[in-house]
Structures are given as structure tokens and as C-alpha cells.
């Protein structure tokens, strides 16, 4: 069995703590925030998972099988469940969304009124960029769906939108943090990372949001 700890160590354990809240109330601390900020609450102790909350962000396993839905991806590859390859998802179904809905509107009508089955893949070069090129739009249109339809700031993010971070720094796609400064009154200036645009300088703000990826109003990275 563990012993209770001295009381030297409950001191360094409080000091640290203490020491942490103030260096955010003073400014000093760069939040850094993942997906895992819209995570719901765990289970007890014995009880099954909660179901998601529909006002967050779809995680990446939710996300996929929602993309493989909208195409052909589970009659394909049967024995690769889409929550476990998401990056393979999102991949076809840039590659497939158009041939996959051409393929779906013949077997729902063409098919019947005798029209040509339509092709299961490009005919040439210039096609094949066309398609990849209005399935990309497609996929970023899905995901912004996804993390903005109906979403809302959870206590979580309204109560770190209240403390005193100078700087954060997000791989998150959603705007639910910057809604969350807006709600606590605060003004956020927002970068978002480019690599193959020149380096943006960033408005004086107290407060500045830089999102490593992507964001919602911009193509998908």
C-alpha cells in the first residue's frame, strides 16, 4: 500500500500548482489545445461510455465513418472498419466522392431506364486532376461541416477563454475556442499556418490564436 506523502512533498506539490496559476494570471503560459479539449466526461467506474455530444467536434474514428457513409468505401474494403483509417477515408473519398455518387445515381435510376453504366474511374490524366481537384472541395466542405454545424463552445473552452493566455496555439479546425474568447469579451487576433505563403505578421493583440493546421474557412491541410 502507498504511503501518504510527507508533508515536504504536499508543499512542493501545492508550490507547484500555485506557482502555475500564477504565471497564467500574470500572462506567461502558451495554451496549447488538441481535439482531446472536446472530449466528453469519462464513465464511472463500471458504467459504458457516454454517447457523443452532438455539439462537439466529431473525433477523427466519428469523422471517417461519417465520410465512409457518403461513399463507397465499406462495399470496397469490407474489412477495414473506417474509424481506423481515417486518413485512408479522407483520402478516397477525394479520390471517389464524384465516381462513387455518378455510380449511386445510375444503380438508383439510370440503371433501370437502361442508361450506360458510368466509369469507376478516370479516363485520363486531366480527368483524374479535375475530379481529385472538385473532391478535395468536397472533403473540405464535410469537415467544416462536421466541426461547425450546431457546435458550441463547451464549460471547458468558455472557462479557459477566461484566463489570461497571451498565446494559443491550436491543431484544432474548428472556431469553438475563437467563439469562446468572443463570449468572455475578448478581441483574438488569428493566424492561421501557412507554409507555402509568406510569413503573415500578426495584429498586437492581447490576445493572438494561432492554429497550426488549418481553420474551418480555409481549405483542409
Not at 100 to 120: A, I
Not at 205 to 216: A, D, G, N, Q
Request: charged content about 25%; hydrophobic content about 35%.
Amino acid at each position: 500500500m502507498n504511503s501518504a506523502p510527507n508533508p515536504s512533498q504536499r508543499r512542493a506539490t501545492g508550490d507547484g500548482i500555485d506557482q502555475i496559476a500564477a504565471s497564467v494570471r500574470s500572462g506567461q503560459v502558451v495554451l496549447f489545445l488538441g481535439a482531446g479539449v472536446h472530449a466528453s466526461k469519462p464513465a464511472l467506474p463500471g458504467q459504458p461510455a457516454p454517447p457523443p455530444d452532438p455539439r462537439r467536434p466529431l473525433f477523427a474514428g466519428a469523422l471517417a465513418e461519417a465520410l465512409a457513409r457518403e461513399t463507397r468505401w465499406t462495399e470496397r474494403f469490407p474489412n477495414k472498419p473506417p474509424k481506423d483509417h481515417f486518413q485512408r477515408v479522407a483520402l478516397y473519398y477525394e479520390l471517389s466522392i464524384i465516381l462513387d455518387e455518378q455510380l449511386k445515381d445510375w444503380e438508383q435510376k439510370g440503371k433501370d431506364q437502361g442508361l450506360l453504366q458510368p466509369q469507376d474511374r478516370p479516363g485520363s490524366a486531366t480527368e483524374a486532376i479535375d475530379l481529385r481537384h472538385r473532391g478535395r472541395a468536397r472533403l473540405a466542405n464535410a469537415v467544416q461541416r462536421a466541426v461547425t454545424v450546431g457546435k458550441t463552445p463547451s464549460p471547458a473552452l468558455c472557462a479557459l477563454a477566461e484566463l489570461n493566455f497571451p498565446l494559443i496555439m491550436t491543431t484544432n479546425y474548428d472556431r469553438l475556442f475563437e467563439d469562446a474568447l468572443l463570449m468572455a469579451g475578448k478581441n483574438p487576433t488569428t493566424a492561421v499556418y501557412q507554409p507555402r505563403q509568406p510569413r503573415a505578421r500578426m495584429i498586437p493583440s492581447k490576445t493572438r490564436l494561432l492554429k497550426i493546421r488549418s481553420s474551418s474557412r480555409s481549405t483542409v491541410t
